[in-house]
């Protein structure tokens, strides 16, 4: 189908709220969202707590005097955490997906379609959410209903309300 005038772009679109949708995307289910973001948790900490039950295994057959430092096993931990973090953040920037949201074929774009800014994605989408669920109780009332709104007929969380994103399944080529 063409699209000659205002009037047939309006005929192609389908609103979802205050968004339009362009013809042919389509917003990502829920549970392709839950799988992502277990994915994305398993990346982000599963790597570390290998790296962890390897040492403690190892602290457990060598004696006591060659034993890994907490130190170094802390330090470890920590790095690996980071370097997947890292990762998924790269992938975030260039594409609007982490691991596990290109493992699900979805990805993140503002309510008009179009990439994010890096600010916007990382402050509004990532950091702010964050230290907001880790208010004690109040933390985790609004992680609750933030999990809740994904099955909103707009299928934004909360955090996909302030940064005003959706996410939506990436079209094969």
Do not use: W
Not at 39 to 48: A, E, H, K, M, V
Not at 117 to 136: C, E, G, K, N, Y
Not at 152 to 157: G, K, L, M
């Amino acid at each position: 189908m063409s699209i000659d005038s205002p009037y047939d772009l309006i005929k192609v679109m389908a609103q979802h709220g205050n968004f339009y949708l362009p013809y042919g995307v389509t917003l990502a289910s829920p549970s392709q969202r839950f799988i992502a973001a277990c994915i994305d948790i398993l990346f982000i900490y599963g790597s570390g707590f290998v790296v962890l039950l390897v040492v403690l295994v190892i602290n457990v057959l060598i004696p006591s005097e060659n034993q890994f430092s907490t130190i170094y096993l802390t330090g470890i931990f920590l790095f690996l955490i980071f370097l997947t973090f890292f990762i998924n953040l790269y992938f975030l920037e260039k594409d609007g997906q982490t691991v596990g949201k290109k493992l699900m074929k979805i990805k993140i774009v503002d309510e008009s379609g179009a990439m994010l800014s890096t600010d916007r994605l990382i402050m509004l989408r990532q950091i702010v959410p964050a230290i907001v669920f880790h208010i004690p109780i109040l933390g985790f009332i609004l992680f609750l209903f933030d999990s809740v709104l994904i099955f909103s007929n707009r299928r934004q969380c909360f955090h996909d309300r302030i940064a005003k994103t959706i996410v939506v399944n990436v079209r094969k080529p």
